[in-house]
């Protein structure tokens, strides 16, 4: 491995394959039929049919990282009266909240705890007290520290309840099997660089029609106007409003061919959570403990308590992992000491058992060190 050739083992960007990389060896015109007709009217419908089986749903593509979605949709989708929901359980759900707080849009934090799961019974109660929230809006895999929050349960009291759903599904869409109208999903949020294995650039929205075409002049702001995005899609077959992320989108596009050939999002759910488990034995054999409980755990990342050695320090572990090649990922629990480690992207079993022996080795320099 050259010494700028690292496996990411990091929620995204990850590391991608190389007829991905060489996919962007192509300039396009971002008017010209062959990019907009072939290439983008093509990419957003293989993901609204990976996203659901159930017709009315479209996809938006947006120029910038998962964060502008999330903004767009809150900011485009919400009236001056309306009123949302955020279920927060890490760093993503706060994100939100402070997206809310800085648009001027109404909204109530149910913050559950970074290690803890949301619970149905407490947001019915939030939904019955307060009639004036309209939206839910949730994580669905929390990427801070792994923990799968329950989409299904959230989108049964959405529908009773008859709220609009709005679902940050960044770091599981295209890793984690789901259907959206099953899970009544109205917007569903995800980009170019999480499980579809594509590179940064771009994210994107599947809404569901009726939902998005009353949107129209809501948004806050003119750059993230989710529905003049669409439009614009819609009418100019595949157009994009401003400049588009041309290379990024052709990476992406082979990225979804080799999603198929993998064999699809079940396949690659099944290569994701054998990783994981396999890094997880691994690392307990080693002595490291999960931050999670495994049953709460997705396939997509995973946070171990760092060693309780006094001289371990993140930097010098990490540097030493870079050294053999692999790059993890610092905590971000605020209650916890924690370093986190990603399984997606182009990571298979010889990979997980590499890095262990690189991690046990990196265990071994501590404690020579520490002599
Ligand atoms: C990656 C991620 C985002 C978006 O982060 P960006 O840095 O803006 O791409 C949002 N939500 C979750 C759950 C994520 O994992």
């Given at each position: 491995m050259s010494a700028n050739h690292y496996l990411l083992l990091t929620p995204g960007p990850l590391t991608t394959s190389k007829t991905v990389k060489e996919a962007m060896l192509l300039d396009s015109c971002t008017w010209d039929d062959d990019y907009n007709l072939g290439v983008v009217q093509s990419i957003r419908q293989q993901l609204t049919s990976l996203a659901t089986t159930t017709s009315g749903y479209t996809t938006v593509l947006l120029q910038g990282s998962g964060s502008f979605a999330v903004e767009a949709v809150l900011g485009s989708t919400m009236r001056q009266h309306d009123k949302v929901l955020i279920i927060s359980n890490g760093a993503y759900g706060v994100r939100m909240a402070e997206m809310a707080q800085r648009m001027d849009i109404a909204h109530h934090v149910y913050d559950c705890g970074e290690t803890s799961l949301p619970d149905a019974a407490v947001i019915e109660q939030l939904l019955q007290d307060d009639e004036q929230i309209t939206h839910i809006a949730m994580v669905h895999?929390?990427?801070?520290?792994g923990i799968l929050n329950p989409v299904e349960a959230v989108g049964r009291l959405a529908k009773q309840y008859r709220k609009r759903y709005i679902l940050d599904a960044m770091s599981s869409f295209g890793g984690i099997p789901m259907d959206i109208a099953e899970l009544n999903v109205d917007f569903m949020i995800s980009s170019a660089n999480k499980c579809i294995q594509g590179v940064p650039g771009f994210a994107f929205v599947i809404a569901r029609v009726d939902q998005l075409l009353?949107?129209?002049?809501?948004?806050?702001s003119l750059s993230l106007d989710l529905y003049e995005q669409w439009e614009c899609m819609e009418k100019y077959h595949g157009?994009?409003?401003?400049?588009?992320?041309t290379h990024t989108v052709l990476a992406f596009a082979q990225a979804l061919k080799e999603l198929e050939q993998e064999g699809g999002i079940t396949a690659r759910y099944q290569r994701y959570s054998q990783n994981q488990r396999q890094l997880v034995t691994g690392m307990r054999q080693l002595g490291f403990e999960t931050l999670l409980k495994d049953d709460w755990q997705s396939p997509i990342i995973t946070a171990f308590y760092s060693p309780?050695?006094?001289?371990?320090h993140f930097k010098q572990f990490y540097e030493r992992l870079k050294a053999q090649g692999f790059v993890i990922y610092p905590g971000k629990v605020s209650q916890s000491d924690c370093f986190r480690i990603g399984n997606i992207g182009e990571v298979y079993q010889q990979d997980i058992a590499a890095l262990l022996v690189a991690i046990k080795q990196a265990i071994y320099w501590e404690n020579k060190e520490s002599v």
């Open positions: 895999c929390e990427t801070t520290t009353v949107c129209k002049k809501y948004s806050r157009k994009w409003r401003f400049t588009s992320p309780k050695a006094a001289d371990y």
